[in-house]
């Protein structure tokens, strides 16, 4: 698949341009898109972050889609249809972010992640404006540690919703963006009172981040940051499933988990009861298939030990990026939790027994990030309020950007780091290549992103091919490729040949990223525009 990024050929809305800000009129809107639960909020006239209910009056929405009958629904009533309709529900989709296609299939159809995040941002956009109006900029939170290729799947997801994405803002920058706000740090002239070190743990549904920000009069900056995308509730919720269907095993001797629909109505159990265990000492979780039933007593300490080697990641993770920064615990001002999961005692009892502080949690673990991302949508558009403070956010790359080249005594290929991690951006570095024969018209660069010198361990951005350079140049003739993170932690390209001024083009091809024209078609598909039968990136139709 190839995204075509030109300065002949500019392509509007986002998917080729993610740095550029065209504000439309509505009012600005943040939306935290969730692994398990999705929220949007805005400021209102008193310049104060709001939560937005959606159409069942609910705060969170699940990101849960049901296939059924021609139509998708997404939030309370996909979650229902997992214990009854499992084999037309699909859960979860961001942790496939990145990924060409998600791994279950729907009726002999799998579906682009971003796909499935565009019905759940249509849904949650479209709840919105029932409430608040008509919709202007939108800003999309990610986890910190989200790579370049899933920013641009949450972006490309954004388009194809119809909303106009003016950033990508991390999980982390957000909600601290919010605690700062409620706490009245941020004065009119948008100077702090004092300077301010935070700790960001954010534990939610599927992914899980631990950031160092910096906080002062000049804005909010961060330090470092690391996590775990594949490390969130849901894997707490697993351990509890797998627990419960063993002791079905033990004394029937057949697995649950080999039905669909009793699958999914013993994660539903099970993500209850770990919610019940965070104020509660013991629940029942009941487990009943093929007629027989199984009533598994399980204690807050039996699913803390259950568990304890997915807090003690997280652990890890923490205490290394303290450790990568310089600094010591008495650096930290501030411990604060983010994420439903932090609701669980053993989560708080982890971060003190760590860090030597008693953690904050007095905003909503669950709002605090949409929050965040709506004061960053109104920071940045033109529209509303004018009298915010102009804070600047910095924010820095996840992982490092490379490209692969070969070894010049080995011949063999590895990675040459360009922007190493934890870098502030926006950033840029400049690599220089020469023309090796005369007649050619191309040059071709992998991208990478990870910290290996082996390409095999980096994860693949795409192919950066520089496409119709001049006829006849002079071998030796310099090829300059400025790279660099935006703002958001998007990849920008800038090409120069030579003594030649004007730009050249380039074209990235993404092994798992839908086209431009894929990107369109499922746009008209979501928004009913066109009735005509489309491609998946898989080729299905």
């Known amino acids: ?90 859960d979860c989709p961001k942790r496939s972010m990145g990924s060409r296609v998600v791994e279950k299939a729907i009726d002999g159809r799998r579906y682009p992640p971003e796909v499935l995040q565009a019905w759940i941002l249509k849904k949650i956009a479209d709840d919105a404006a029932r409430h608040i109006g008509t919709i202007g900029d939108v800003v ?25 994405v003016i950033d990508i803002i991390n999980e982390p920058t957000a909600a601290a963006l919010a605690y700062g706000f409620r706490r009245g740090w941020i004065e009119g002239s948008g100077e702090f009172a004092d300077a301010k070190t935070f700790l960001v743990y954010d534990l939610g549904g599927g992914t899980f981040d631990a950031t160092l920000m910096r ?37 029937f001797g057949m697995d649950p988990r080999d039905d669909g629909e009793t699958l999914g109505q013993l994660i539903r159990d099970c993500q209850a009861a770990k919610e019940s265990l965070s104020v509660r000492d013991v629940v029942t979780v009941k487990c009943t298939f093929n007629g027989l039933t199984v009533k598994k ?26 450790k990568e920064a310089n600094l010591q615990w008495t650096d930290v001002d501030v411990v604060l939790m983010v994420g439903g999961c932090t609701r669980m005692p053993a989560v708080k009892n982890l971060l003190r027994e760590v860090t030597g502080k008693e953690p904050q949690s007095d905003i909503s673990p669950d709002e605090a990030v949409a929050q965040g991302a709506a004061i960053r949508a109104s920071l940045l558009s033109n529209e509303f309020p004018r009298n915010l403070p102009k804070l600047k956010i910095k924010n820095v790359n996840s992982h490092s950007l490379g490209i692969v080249a070969q070894h010049v005594r080995t011949g ?64 030796g003739t310099q090829v300059s490729i400025k790279f660099g993170y935006e703002e958001s932690g998007r990849l920008s390209v800038k090409v120069k040949v030579g003594d030649h001024r004007k730009p050249y083009r380039y074209r990235i091809d993404r092994p798992n990223s839908l086209t431009h024209e894929q990107l369109d078609s499922w746009k008209a598909f979501i928004n009913g525009n066109s009735s005509i039968r489309w491609k998946s990136a898989s080729g299905e139709t």
């Open 215 to 251: 906080i002062d009069k000049s804005g909010f900056h961060t330090i470092a940051t690391d996590g775990d995308i594949h490390l969130g509730g849901r894997d707490w919720d697993l351990r509890l499933v797998k627990f419960v269907a063993e002791s079905f095993i033990a004394n």
């Open 412 to 475: 063999q290929e590895r990675v040459v780091p360009i922007i190493p991690r934890n870098s502030p951006i926006p950033a840029s570095s400049k690599r220089t290549f020469k023309i090796h024969r005369v007649g050619q018209e191309t040059i071709k660069v992998r991208i990478v992103e990870g910290e290996s010198e082996n390409p095999q361990d980096c994860a693949l951005i795409g192919k950066c091919s520089i496409v119709d350079l001049p006829k006849n140049l002079p071998v």
């Open 297 to 322: 007593i399980v204690r807050r300490s039996d699913f803390e030990t259950l568990t304890r080697d997915l807090l003690e990641r997280t652990a890890f993770t923490t205490r290394q990026i303290v």
């Open 140 to 164: 999309i939170t990610v986890p910190a540690y989200f790579d370049e290729t899933r920013r641009k799947a949450t972006h490309d997801a954004g388009y194809i919703a119809g909303l106009n």
């Open 1 to 90: 698949m190839a995204e075509t990024d030109s300065h002949k050929r500019p392509l509007p809305h986002g998917p080729a341009d993610p740095a550029k800000r065209d504000s439309v009129r509505g009012i600005p809107l943040g939306i935290d898109l969730g692994t398990t639960y999705s929220v949007a909020a805005y400021l209102n006239p008193l310049v104060q972050p709001i939560s937005i209910v959606n159409a069942e009056g609910d705060l969170l929405t699940p990101s849960v889609l049901l296939f059924e009958a021609g139509n998708v629904i997404v939030g309370r009533e996909a979650v229902k249809a997992l214990a009854t309709d499992f084999a037309k529900v699909i």
